[in-house]
C-alpha cells in the first residue's frame, strides 16, 4: 500500500503477512530463555542453528517445488542415494573431493530431472512419481551398501561437516550453518529477482494463466524438481562429512521435516505464495522448539506429538488467513 | 391462491455487512404467475437479496411473506420445502451422478425393504422432464450434458420441491440464443403451471422477451418495480446505472487498413475443418456461432495454444510459423481468454506481478527483476486503462470483473500487441463497465490494432464489429459486413 502505515496495519502484517512465523517464534524465544537456563547461550544458538542447518537447506530446495503446488516426497531419499554415491566416489574411486561433490550435486538435479519428466511428459501424478523415487532410492541405498555404512572416508572432508568458520583462531560459525545461510541467501535471490523465479511462481498461481502468457510451464514444473533434488545432494555431502560415512538410511524421513519447515514459513501447500526468508525463519522455528525441549529434557517421543499439534496449529492459523482475505473482498 | 395475488412480499430488508450496507430497506411484491425481472449492476444487492430470501444470510431487519405468510427461513432447504426455490448461475449439480439422481438429489425414493427404488426415482424423474417438454435421458450422467441441459436438470430438480417460486440466476449467462429459445419455452411451461419465476439478468432484450414486471436495485436500494411495458431500454439502463450511460454501445469508426492477420484452411483433430478467416487493420470483427461451433478452439489453434493438424497463418501477408504461444507472443499476437479467472489472470497474485508476465525483460534491469520498473508499468497501464484499485498491489482476486479484464487488457497492451483476441470480453461484466471495455476495444482499433471478439451476444456483436463471421459444426459458416447485420441474418448462419 501507498498510504503511511497506521499501527494496527504494521501489526496486522505482522500477524498475517509474509513473516507471520516471526511473532511466534520471538514469543517461544522468550518463553525458553527464562523456563531454560541454557537457550540463551552463544554455545546453545550455533549448536541449535547447526542440527537445523541440514533440514533448513533441504526446506529451501523443497520451497520450489511447493511453490508449484507440489511436495517432493522424494526428498530425503535423494539425499540418502546421493550420500551413498559421494562415499563411494571419495572411497572406492579416491575422486578429488569437489569433482566428487559437483558430480554427487548433478546426480541429485538428474534424480529430480527424471521424476519430473514423468509428471509433465507422462502425466504421472508428482504425488506417486516422487512416492516411487521415494522407494526406489532407498532400496538403491540398501542395495548398492549392502546395508552396510560406506566408511573410510578421508580427512580431508571433515571441514564443512564438523568444522567451524574460524576467525583469528576462534571458531566462530559452523560450516553448514554458513551454506545454510549462503543457500538461503541464493534461493531468496532466485525467487525474487529472477525471471524464472517469478515463472515458478505464475505457474504455481495458475498454470493455465502462465501458459497462455507465453510461459513453458512444463519446463518450470521439471526443474523445480532438479532444483530440489539438487539441493537435496548438496545436503547429502554436507551430511556425509558430518557422519564421517555413507548411511544406507541417511535422509529418512527428512521429506516431511522439510515440509513442515516450508509451511511454518508460509508457503502454501497450493503454490504461488511464500518466500524464501520465511522458510528459513520456518525453520528456525522448528530448531527453537526442538532445541528448548530438548533443554528441558523432554523426551524425544513427547516431543514428536509436540511438533504434530504445532504443525496442524500452524496449518489452521492460514486456512483462517485466507479465510479472512476471502472475506474481506 | 389465484393468479394476480402478491406471492412474495418484501418488507423493509436490510442487510449490513462489515463496512458494506449491501441492502438498504428493500420493499417490493412479485405477483403470482408472474415472470418478475430483478435487474442491477454487479453489487446492486440481487445476489444478497436472493441469500436473504433463501436463509443463506440473515437479514438485520425487515422480513417478507411467502404465500401470505410471515416466512422465517434460516437455511436453504427449509426455503425449497416452503416451495421457493433457487436455480443458481454456477450449477451445483454432481457431475458424475446421473440426470434422475441428480433431481432427486438426497431425496431417494425407497423401496418397502428399504432400498432405493430405482425404478420409481427414474420414473418420476422421467414425469418432471415431459412436463417440461424436454426429451432428456434420465440416465445420463449430468457430465456428458450442455450446460443448457444441466440448466434444465437444476430447474427439475427445483421443481421437485412442488416450487411455486423459482428464482433463476442469471440462467442466460452461458447459453446460446437458440438455448436460451429453448429456456424461454420451459419458462413459459412453468409459467402455465402456476409457478412465479424471479429471473435475474444482465440482457436487457431478454427481459422485454420475457418479464412482465421488473425491478430496479441500485447501491443496495430499491428504485422501482413496473410493468415492462412502462420502459424501455435506455431508461431502464439509466435507472440501473444512476447516470445516463450514453450510447450502449459506443461504436467509434476507424480507419481500416491492410490485412493484418490472415487464416487459411486451419483444422484441428477434433472440430476444426478450413476455417479461413481475415482481420485488418483498424478492424474489429466479431465470431459468433453456437457454443461448441468451434469459436474458440479457432482462436487458441491460431494462438498456439492448441496443436493444428493443417492450415497457414498469415500475418502482414507474410506465412508465419505459430507453433505454441511463445511464437504468437513473438508475433505479437494477443488472448484474453473466455474464462478470465482461471485461465487469464493469476488471482492470487498483484496487479503488478499480473501486468507484466508475458515479457518479463521490460521490467529487468541488468537481467534482474526491478520492483520500481514494474510498479511503473502497472501504473501505466491502471491510469490508462482507468482501472479501479487502490494500489498497484492489490491481489486481482479483489477486483470487480471489469477491472479483471483490464488487467488481462494491460498484460497484452505492455508487449504492444497487434492482433487481439477477445473471448467473451463482457460475460459476466454489468452494463456501465461494458461499455467501458467496448471503448477500448473501439479505441485499439482505432490506433491500427486488428482485434477479433468471440461472443454469445448478438446485439453486442452487432454494436461493436465492422464484420462477423459465423461458425457452425467447426467451420466459418458465413460473413456478415456491417451495412448488413442484423440479428436474423446471423441466426441464419448459425443454425441452418
Not at chain 1, 219 to 234: E, K, P
Not at chain 1, 270 to 279: D, F, R
Not at chain 1, 294 to 310: A, C, E, K, P, R
Request: proline residues 2%.
Amino acid at each position: 500500500m501507498d498510504k503511511p502505515k497506521t499501527l494496527k496495519d504494521r501489526l496486522t502484517s505482522l500477524i498475517f503477512g509474509d513473516y507471520m512465523i516471526l511473532l511466534p517464534a520471538l514469543i517461544l524465544v522468550v518463553i525458553w530463555t527464562v523456563v531454560a537456563p541454557n537457550f540463551m547461550t552463544y554455545s546453545n544458538w550455533m549448536n541449535l542453528l547447526r542440527q537445523v542447518s541440514l533440514i533448513a537447506i533441504l526446506a529451501a530446495g523443497m520451497f520450489f517445488p511447493m511453490l508449484t503446488g507440489a511436495i517432493d516426497l522424494g526428498l530425503g531419499s535423494v539425499v540418502g542415494i546421493t550420500g551413498i554415491v559421494f562415499a563411494k566416489l571419495l572411497v572406492d574411486y579416491q575422486m578429488n573431493t569437489l569433482l566428487a561433490a559437483i558430480l554427487t550435486v548433478l546426480l541429485g538435479a538428474a534424480i529430480g530431472a527424471a521424476a519430473g519428466i514423468l509428471i509433465t511428459k507422462f502425466g504421472v501424478p508428482s504425488f506417486i512419481a516422487t512416492l516411487g523415487v521415494q522407494f526406489i532410492g532407498r532400496g538403491m541405498c540398501y542395495v548398492i551398501t549392502n546395508s552396510y555404512p560406506v566408511s573410510g572416508l578421508p580427512d580431508s572432508i571433515a571441514w564443512f561437516g564438523r568444522g567451524y568458520l574460524s576467525v583469528g583462531g576462534t571458531d566462530l560459525i559452523p560450516w553448514p550453518v554458513v551454506f545454510m545461510f549462503i543457500v538461503f541467501a541464493v534461493v531468496a535471490f532466485i525467487t525474487t529477482k529472477t525471471k524464472f523465479g517469478r515463472f515458478v511462481y505464475t505457474v504455481g498461481g495458475n498454470e493455465e494463466a502462465a501458459y497462455l502468457s507465453g510461459i513453458n510451464s512444463q519446463a518450470i514444473r521439471t526443474s523445480v524438481f532438479a532444483i530440489c533434488d539438487g539441493i537435496g545432494a548438496l545436503v547429502a555431502v554436507i551430511l556425509v562429512s558430518r557422519l564421517n560415512s555413507g548411511q544406507p538410511q541417511g535422509g529418512t524421513g527428512w521429506e516431511f521435516k522439510a515440509v513442515i519447515a516450508s509451511v511454518m514459513g508460509g508457503a502454501s501447500l497450493s503454490g504461488g505464495k511464500g518466500n524464501a526468508i520465511g522458510v528459513a525463519l520456518g525453520a528456525i522455528f522448528v530448531g527453537v522448539l526442538e532445541n528448548g525441549m530438548t533443554l528441558l529434557n523432554i523426551s524425544s517421543y513427547h516431543q514428536q506429538v509436540v511438533q504434530g499439534v504445532v504443525l496442524i496449529l500452524a496449518i489452521m492459523f492460514d486456512v483462517y488467513k485466507n479465510r479472512r482475505l476471502a472475506e474481506a473482498k | 391462491m389465484n393468479r394476480g395475488e402478491v406471492i412474495l412480499d418484501i418488507k423493509n430488508i436490510t442487510k449490513t455487512f462489515p463496512g458494506v450496507k449491501a441492502l438498504t430497506d428493500v420493499s417490493f411484491q412479485v405477483k403470482k404467475g408472474s415472470v418478475h425481472a430483478l435487474v442491477g449492476e454487479n453489487g446492486a444487492g440481487k445476489s444478497t437479496l436472493i441469500k436473504v430470501l433463501t436463509g443463506v444470510y440473515k437479514a438485520d431487519g425487515g422480513g417478507f411473506l411467502f404465500k401470505g405468510e410471515e416466512a422465517h427461513v434460516t437455511k436453504p432447504l427449509e426455503a425449497q420445502k416452503l416451495g421457493l426455490s433457487v436455480v443458481h448461475q454456477e450449477l451445483k449439480l454432481s457431475e458424475t451422478l446421473t440426470v434422475a439422481e441428480n433431481i432427486f438429489l438426497g431425496r431417494p425414493f425407497m423401496t418397502k425393504a428399504h432400498l432405493v427404488d430405482w425404478k420409481k426415482l427414474r420414473e418420476e424423474a422421467r414425469k418432471l422432464l415431459d412436463s417440461l417438454n424436454v426429451d432428456l435421458d434420465v440416465n445420463r450422467e449430468v457430465f456428458r450434458l450442455s450446460i443448457a441441459q444441466k440448466q434444465i436438470v437444476e430447474i427439475c430438480k427445483a421443481m421437485s420441491f412442488q416450487s411455486d417460486l423459482l428464482i433463476m440466476d442469471e440462467p442466460s449467462a452461458t447459453l446460446t440464443d437458440k438455448e436460451l429459445d429453448c429456456l424461454f419455452h420451459i419458462i413459459d411451461i412453468l409459467k402455465k403451471q402456476g409457478v412465479t419465476i424471479v429471473y435475474i439478468s444482465h440482457r436487457m432484450e431478454e427481459i422485454f422477451r420475457i418479464a412482465d414486471t421488473v425491478t430496479i436495485l441500485r447501491d443496495g436500494t430499491h428504485v422501482a418495480t413496473m410493468g415492462v411495458e412502462e420502459v424501455d431500454r435506455p431508461k431502464l439502463i439509466s435507472m440501473m446505472v444512476g447516470r445516463e450511460i450514453g450510447d450502449e454501445y459506443p461504436k467509434l469508426e476507424s480507419e481500416i487498413g491492410d490485412i493484418a492477420l490472415e487464416v487459411k484452411n486451419l483444422s484441428t483433430k477434433k472440430l476444426l475443418h478450413d476455417v479461413s478467416f481475415h482481420v485488418r487493420h483498424g478492424e474489429i470483427v466479431g465470431f459468433s456461432g453456437l457454443v461448441g461451433a468451434g469459436r474458440t478452439e479457432t482462436v487458441r489453434a491460431v494462438f498456439g495454444a492448441d496443436k493444428r493438424t493443417g492450415g497457414e497463418i498469415f500475418i502482414d501477408g507474410k506465412q508465419v510459423r505459430i507453433q505454441s504461444v511463445i511464437d504468437a507472443v513473438k508475433h505479437k499476437i494477443a488472448l484474453a481468454p473466455e474464462d478470465r479467472k482461471q485461465q487469464g489472470l493469476v488471482l492470487i497474485h498483484s496487479i503488478n506481478y499480473n501486468t507484466s508476465i508475458v515479457n518479463l525483460d521490460q521490467v529487468c534491469t541488468g537481467g534482474f527483476l526491478d520492483a520500481k520498473k514494474e510498479k511503473a508499468l502497472a501504473q501505466k497501464y491502471i491510469d490508462m486503462l482507468a482501472t479501479a484499485t487502490p494500489s498497484t498491489e492489490q491481489e486481482v482476486r479483489l477486483l470487480s470483473g471489469g477491472n479483471q479484464q483490464k488487467v488481462v487488457l494491460s498484460k497484452w497492451l505492455a508487449v504492444d500487441s497487434d492482433i487481439l483476441f477477445f473471448d467473451e470480453p463482457t460475460r459476466g461484466i454489468d452494463v456501465g463497465a461494458k461499455a467501458e471495455i467496448y471503448k477500448l476495444m473501439c479505441r485499439l482499433a482505432q490506433q491500427g490494432k486488428a482485434v477479433v471478439m468471440i461472443s454469445s451476444d448478438l446485439p453486442e456483436l452487432i454494436g461493436i464489429c465492422d464484420r462477423i463471421y459465423i461458425m457452425r459444426e467447426g467451420t466459418i459458416s458465413g460473413c456478415v459486413e456491417r451495412a448488413d447485420f442484423s440479428q436474423e441474418r446471423v441466426m441464419e448462419y448459425a443454425v441452418s
